[in-house]
């Protein structure tokens, strides 16, 4: 009996360790290149205040997407693209101070830098930044005070942004003083004003890596796309605020700049869809990677809940080796 308790506990314990924990940190390899999911923390807000059409019956069906307190958690976060002696951040999380965000509240970033470590890699060794659009939870370590002055975290980048993008921050800080507008301009356009590039659709960084605009959710979100050996990774930014999103197509995030967001969204969900295509989005967390399947009409998310996602031929689809943490 005591040689079973004993199998029974170790048995236990090894299940556990196959859970994504808080020192969790999924990767990714596709041909030469090695993507890394960056966490910057995130915060709790109230499912009706993020999607104010959903129901108590949608989230009581989805209990797993909630704290069980009527919240969903909302992370932020980035992704780290190796290829050669290219090393490329897309998006730069909240950041290392507490900031009021409209229709959320008070977010504070957390561990970038630290997991951006925990990859292998230092502020100094980045070679480019990208940002899908300027919100934010998206820019927030773009610099950090030194000194009482606010200097470039990244300082050998090359920074890259949608022109429009751009533009629009321009003139919306000139035109509203606000709190949030001034830490703009002092933390954001005074330290980039000279350093930032716009690259077109479809601009190529490296093999493979493009952009792909997706205007909707701000005036000139960007998307990044990776093709190698006829596998594609998107990289859907806030395209998708959160997993539910994929239960109920219905949803829309309260968020939006302009409700050309959903359509955008409707026009490019069969490209997530297809077998050889796989997404990643810092808005899942723990599920960073994975794949939108359409069943028969009804869109199932299958996540790789690995520390290193491999990826396998499944007949004409692609699917994720699981392995033990």
């Not at 209990?63 to 693209?81: A, R, Y």
């Not at 977010?107 to 951006?116: D, Q």
Request: with cysteine; aromatic share 14%; glycine share 6%.
């Amino acid at each position: 009996m005591k040689y079973f308790i004993l199998f029974l506990c170790v048995t236990l314990i090894l299940t556990e360790t196959k859970k994504p924990g808080p020192d969790f940190q999924q990767s990714v390899k596709l041909g030469p290149y090695k993507i890394t999911h960056i966490d910057d923390g995130g915060t709790y807000i109230k499912t009706n205040s993020l999607y104010p059409q959903s129901t108590a019956s949608f989230w009581e069906k989805h209990k797993e997407l909630t704290d069980g307190n009527g919240n969903i958690f909302l992370p932020f976060g980035g992704f780290l693209i190796e290829y050669k002696d290219r090393k490329f951040l897309m998006d730069l999380g909240m950041g290392p101070e507490k900031v009021y965000l409209n229709k959320v509240g008070n977010a504070v970033g957390g561990p970038f830098l630290k997991n951006l470590e925990k990859a292998g890699v230092k502020p100094e060794q980045i070679t480019d930044v990208f940002f899908t659009h300027l919100h934010q939870d998206n820019v927030g370590w773009t610099t950090t005070k030194k000194n009482g002055k606010y200097e470039l975290t990244f300082p050998k980048a090359t920074y890259w942004v949608d022109k429009y993008e751009w533009e629009y921050l321009l003139k919306n800080v000139e035109k509203e003083d606000s709190e949030m507008n001034r830490n703009y301009k002092v933390k954001l356009i005074e330290p980039l004003k000279d350093k930032i590039k716009h690259p077109e659709d479809r601009h190529e960084f490296l093999p493979g890596l493009t952009t792909c605009t997706a205007y909707g959710h701000s005036p000139g979100l960007m998307l990044l796309r990776l093709e190698v050996e006829h596998k594609v990774l998107w990289f859907i930014s806030d395209i998708f605020h959160s997993l539910a999103e994929f239960y109920e197509v219905t949803l829309v995030p309260d968020l939006d700049h302009s409700p050309f967001a959903k359509e955008t969204k409707v026009i490019i969900m069969p490209e997530f869809c297809k077998p050889f295509a796989f997404l990643a989005n810092a808005r899942f967390g723990k599920y960073a990677f994975g794949k939108l399947i359409d069943n028969n009409r009804v869109l199932e998310w299958e996540p790789c809940t690995t520390k290193e996602c491999k990826l396998y031929y499944d007949g004409p689809n692609l699917a994720f080796q699981e392995e033990d943490l």
